[in-house]
């Protein structure tokens, strides 16, 4: 087995799984939207969080991440485009 070959091998070892539990980002939005979007979530049933974002270029924080369980992302996502 050459260098390569093992590389790849290791590359390859990552699990297809994914966690349920783990949390991802549904959406980015301005920071003055941002809480009232997760708390409005989060009254829906949802264990949604946010994250603020900082933007390098401007140096202030300007964007939200808005985050769910990713086992409650794709409806937590339709909900979102209901309240936005």
């Known amino acids: ?3 390569r070959q093992w590389f790849f091998k290791v590359l390859d070892k990552g699990s297809d799984e994914q966690n349920p539990d783990e949390f991802v980002e549904i959406a ?3 920071a003055s939207a941002g809480p009232m979007i ?3 979530l989060r009254q829906e049933g949802f264990e949604a969080t946010g ?3 900082f933007d390098n270029v401007t140096a202030a924080t300007t964007y939200y991440r ?3 369980p990713r086992r409650e992302s794709e409806h937590a996502s339709a909900k979102l485009i209901d309240l936005m």
């Open 1 to 3: 087995m050459g260098f």
């Open 28 to 30: 980015l939005v301005r």
């Open 38 to 40: 997760v708390e409005s």
């Open 51 to 53: 994250q603020e974002s």
């Open 66 to 68: 808005v985050m769910v």
